[in-house]
């Protein structure tokens, strides 16, 4: 079966939990495959996979404390999202 890709994609369907995190955060995202990228705060990325599906865990328990960006991106629209590493 084929995704269709929504007309209009809202950011509130876009979320990063729990937030601070220590170990694992977990992306909520869209229905259809989608690009996600984690970048540090100067906006190195860190890494890059494809979400396929509702939810996906990450493991972020090799990132050290700090400000971090989850970037989504479908097509021409990239939404971001930051979260905090806390141990």
Do not use: M, W
């Amino acid at each position: 079966s084929q995704s269709v890709i929504p007309e209009k994609i809202e950011n509130e369907e876009f979320r990063i939990y729990p937030n601070p995190a220590s170990t694992h955060i977990t992306i909520q995202s869209f229905s259809i495959p989608i690009q996600i990228s984690i970048t540090d705060i100067l906006g190195r990325e860190l890494a890059s996979f494809q979400s396929i599906g509702d939810e996906i865990s990450y493991n972020i328990s090799n990132l050290p404390n700090g400000v971090y960006n989850c970037i989504a991106l479908l097509k021409s629209v990239r939404i971001e999202r930051q979260f905090i590493v806390q141990k």
